[in-house]
């Protein structure tokens, strides 16, 4: 049967006597055999292959946009702020909208992006992380967006994950530009959310984006 992590404090030893006395002995066993008894029941509870996993806590974040993103201006890097918190754990939204952490580490970072075209021609999308306001090197993807057709615009889900390493404080942010854009009577690339819905299906509001951050591994 699985057992439970417990917090562990030290043992609270009895005040040594002037002479040997074997009650005093007795008492002294007593006290570090209850302590490594804990001890040894909650390691190996941790590392329990059923139990072990749902009593570590590690930081983690989940975070989306429900509304429509727009760009300002084609070919311009844009930060795209994230509004909904989903799940957190040690992580927060920035005041840009990125990903911050109290927590230093090696992390997961993960974007779903549903990219439209309303375009006749197919444009072209750079997706990309910043930590700190500063570009992280080798993060950036390309999407080439398809075309409307048939009456439709064209659809792309964008995703990809990245590992960034963040120390207490710094904050992650994803960034996108466009080479063109839908501005006004201009057609191009935005991001598109839809609610929820209860006809012809039931379905679940889908956001314009999704990021998820999640703790990897701490470093030294």
């Known amino acids: 049967m699985s057992g439970s992590v417990l917090k562990i404090?030290?043992?609270?030893?009895?005040?040594?006597?002037?002479t040997y006395l074997d009650s005093?002995?007795?008492?002294?066993?007593?006290?570090?055999?209850?302590f490594y008894n804990r001890l040894t029941s909650s390691f190996n509870a941790l590392i329990d292959t059923e139990a072990g996993a749902?009593?570590?806590?590690?930081?983690?974040?989940?975070?989306?946009?429900?509304t429509d993103f727009n760009f300002a201006a084609?070919?311009?890097?844009?930060?795209?702020?994230?509004?909904?918190?989903?799940f957190a754990s040690f992580t927060s939204l920035s005041p840009s909208g990125g990903?911050?952490?109290t927590k230093k580490g090696i992390y997961n970072y993960q974007f779903s992006?549903?990219?439209?075209?309303?375009?006749?021609?197919?444009?072209?999308?750079?997706?990309w992380l910043r930590v700190n306001g500063v570009d992280v090197p080798n993060s950036a993807s390309k999407y080439n967006i398809i075309s409307s057709h048939g009456g439709g615009d064209g659809y792309v889900i964008c995703v990809c994950n990245v590992f960034v390493q963040l120390a207490?404080?710094?904050?992650?942010?994803?960034?996108?530009?466009?080479?063109?854009?839908?501005?006004?009577a201009l057609n191009g690339i935005?991001?598109?959310?839809?609610?929820?819905?209860?006809?012809?299906?039931?379905?679940?509001?889908?956001?314009?984006?999704?990021s998820t951050l999640s703790f990897v591994s701490n470093y030294l």
């Open 99 to 101: 990903i911050q952490v």
């Open 190 to 210: 935005y991001f598109e959310a839809y609610p929820a819905q209860v006809a012809p299906f039931v379905m679940p509001a889908v956001p314009s984006v999704i």
């Open 113 to 127: 992006v549903q990219a439209v075209n309303t375009s006749s021609q197919i444009h072209a999308l750079w997706l």
């Open 9 to 18: 404090q030290p043992p609270a030893l009895p005040q040594a006597t002037p």
């Open 54 to 66: 749902g009593s570590l806590f590690t930081p983690y974040g989940a975070y989306s946009r429900l």
């Open 24 to 34: 005093y002995q007795d008492q002294l066993n007593n006290v570090h055999r209850l």
């Open 168 to 184: 207490a404080s710094d904050y992650v942010e994803l960034v996108g530009a466009a080479d063109q854009i839908e501005l006004g």
């Open 74 to 86: 084609a070919n311009t890097a844009t930060v795209i702020p994230l509004v909904a918190t989903d």
